[in-house]
Protein backbone atom coordinates (compact mmCIF):
# COMPACT_ATOMS: atom_id res chain seq x y z
CA UNK A 1 0.00 0.00 0.00
CA UNK A 2 1.58 3.10 -0.60
CA UNK A 3 1.95 6.11 1.65
CA UNK A 4 -1.45 8.28 0.67
CA UNK A 5 -3.56 5.21 1.29
CA UNK A 6 -1.68 4.46 4.25
CA UNK A 7 -2.80 7.60 5.63
CA UNK A 8 -6.04 6.87 4.61
CA UNK A 9 -6.07 3.71 6.20
CA UNK A 10 -5.12 5.52 9.58
CA UNK A 11 -7.68 8.14 9.51
CA UNK A 12 -10.29 5.15 8.98
CA UNK A 13 -11.35 6.09 4.87
CA UNK A 14 -12.28 3.97 2.81
CA UNK A 15 -9.99 2.14 0.41
CA UNK A 16 -11.56 0.93 -3.17
CA UNK A 17 -10.33 -1.04 -6.04
CA UNK A 18 -11.63 -2.94 -8.95
CA UNK A 19 -11.91 -5.60 -6.55
CA UNK A 20 -13.48 -4.56 -3.41
CA UNK A 21 -14.32 -1.81 -0.94
CA UNK A 22 -12.64 -2.11 2.18
CA UNK A 23 -13.33 0.32 5.57
CA UNK A 24 -10.49 0.58 8.15
CA UNK A 25 -10.64 1.17 11.64
CA UNK A 26 -8.13 2.23 14.43
CA UNK A 27 -7.85 0.30 18.00
CA UNK A 28 -5.84 0.94 20.62
CA UNK A 29 -4.85 -2.29 22.60
CA UNK A 30 -2.08 -0.96 24.98
CA UNK A 31 1.21 0.56 25.54
CA UNK A 32 4.41 -1.48 24.97
CA UNK A 33 7.00 -0.63 27.69
CA UNK A 34 10.67 -0.76 25.76
CA UNK A 35 12.70 -1.19 28.49
CA UNK A 36 15.94 -1.92 26.49
CA UNK A 37 14.77 0.33 23.42
CA UNK A 38 15.09 -2.99 21.04
CA UNK A 39 12.14 -3.97 19.54
CA UNK A 40 10.87 -6.96 18.57
CA UNK A 41 7.94 -8.29 16.43
CA UNK A 42 7.59 -12.13 16.33
CA UNK A 43 5.10 -15.10 16.83
CA UNK A 44 6.05 -15.17 20.50
CA UNK A 45 4.37 -19.25 20.13
CA UNK A 46 6.48 -20.09 17.32
CA UNK A 47 9.74 -18.10 16.94
CA UNK A 48 9.84 -16.43 20.43
CA UNK A 49 14.03 -16.13 20.13
CA UNK A 50 13.72 -13.43 17.43
CA UNK A 51 16.12 -10.95 16.45
CA UNK A 52 15.82 -7.38 17.70
CA UNK A 53 15.29 -4.42 14.75
CA UNK A 54 18.52 -3.08 13.65
CA UNK A 55 17.53 0.30 14.77
CA UNK A 56 16.84 1.06 18.77
CA UNK A 57 14.29 3.00 20.08
CA UNK A 58 14.02 5.80 23.51
CA UNK A 59 13.73 3.35 26.14
CA UNK A 60 10.09 4.41 27.06
CA UNK A 61 6.22 3.46 26.76
CA UNK A 62 4.69 3.66 23.42
CA UNK A 63 1.13 3.14 22.39
CA UNK A 64 0.16 0.11 20.23
CA UNK A 65 -2.88 0.03 17.51
CA UNK A 66 -4.31 -2.43 15.49
CA UNK A 67 -5.89 -1.72 11.98
CA UNK A 68 -9.10 -3.76 11.09
CA UNK A 69 -9.70 -3.88 7.44
CA UNK A 70 -14.12 -4.54 7.05
CA UNK A 71 -15.17 -6.62 4.09
CA UNK A 72 -18.41 -5.54 3.63
CA UNK A 73 -19.74 -8.02 0.95
CA UNK A 74 -19.29 -10.94 3.60
CA UNK A 75 -19.62 -9.23 6.66
CA UNK A 76 -15.77 -10.48 7.34
CA UNK A 77 -13.32 -8.29 9.20
CA UNK A 78 -9.54 -9.44 10.30
CA UNK A 79 -6.53 -6.99 11.34
CA UNK A 80 -4.56 -5.46 8.68
CA UNK A 81 -1.89 -4.30 10.77
CA UNK A 82 -0.74 -3.28 13.60
CA UNK A 83 1.29 -0.31 15.05
CA UNK A 84 3.26 0.93 17.34
CA UNK A 85 2.87 4.90 17.39
CA UNK A 86 6.41 6.52 17.80
CA UNK A 87 5.33 10.38 18.28
CA UNK A 88 2.41 12.05 17.57
CA UNK A 89 4.06 14.11 14.60
CA UNK A 90 2.69 13.31 10.95
CA UNK A 91 5.55 10.38 9.54
CA UNK A 92 7.66 12.24 6.13
CA UNK A 93 8.99 9.22 5.40
CA UNK A 94 8.61 5.14 5.67
CA UNK A 95 11.82 2.95 6.11
CA UNK A 96 11.61 -0.95 6.21
CA UNK A 97 12.68 -2.51 9.81
CA UNK A 98 14.97 -4.75 9.28
CA UNK A 99 16.40 -6.96 11.74
CA UNK A 100 20.02 -7.54 12.67
CA UNK A 101 20.78 -10.69 9.85
CA UNK A 102 18.97 -8.88 7.16
CA UNK A 103 20.32 -6.24 4.87
CA UNK A 104 17.92 -4.21 2.13
CA UNK A 105 21.14 -4.26 -0.31
CA UNK A 106 20.43 -8.04 -1.12
CA UNK A 107 16.50 -8.28 -1.13
CA UNK A 108 15.77 -8.97 -5.17
CA UNK A 109 12.13 -8.40 -6.52
CA UNK A 110 11.28 -11.95 -5.19
CA UNK A 111 11.78 -11.78 -1.57
CA UNK A 112 10.07 -10.47 1.16
CA UNK A 113 10.97 -9.64 4.59
CA UNK A 114 8.57 -10.13 8.20
CA UNK A 115 8.49 -13.26 10.24
CA UNK A 116 6.43 -16.45 10.11
CA UNK A 117 3.22 -16.52 12.22
CA UNK A 118 2.60 -20.26 12.49
CA UNK A 119 0.72 -20.47 15.66
CA UNK A 120 -1.51 -17.56 14.32
CA UNK A 121 -0.11 -14.87 16.68
CA UNK A 122 2.09 -11.74 16.29
CA UNK A 123 3.47 -9.33 18.77
CA UNK A 124 5.72 -6.42 19.75
CA UNK A 125 8.01 -7.45 22.33
CA UNK A 126 11.27 -5.78 23.80
CA UNK A 127 14.52 -7.99 23.49
CA UNK A 128 14.83 -8.07 27.15
CA UNK A 129 11.35 -10.01 26.83
CA UNK A 130 12.87 -12.39 24.68
CA UNK A 131 15.73 -13.50 27.01
CA UNK A 132 13.30 -14.03 29.58
CA UNK A 133 10.87 -16.24 27.43
CA UNK A 134 13.91 -18.17 26.25
CA UNK A 135 14.70 -18.76 29.76
CA UNK A 136 12.06 -20.02 30.36
CA UNK A 137 11.49 -22.78 27.62
CA UNK A 138 15.62 -23.56 28.13
CA UNK A 139 14.27 -24.34 31.97
CA UNK A 140 11.45 -26.22 31.38
CA UNK A 141 13.36 -28.21 28.66
CA UNK A 142 15.62 -29.18 31.39
CA UNK A 143 13.30 -29.34 34.44
CA UNK A 144 11.17 -31.80 31.78
CA UNK A 145 13.20 -33.59 29.07
Known amino acids: MDTINFYKVLRGEK ?43 PIGKYPVLLIVAHYPTNNYQ ?4 AIIRISEETPVNWKLGICSDEELASLTENDTLGYPVDSGVGCFMDFDAVKIIDDSIYYAYIANP
Do not use: M, N, W
Open 15 to 57: LSSSIVDITFTTHYVGELILTSGRLVACDPLAFPDSEAFQKSL
Open 78 to 81: RVAY
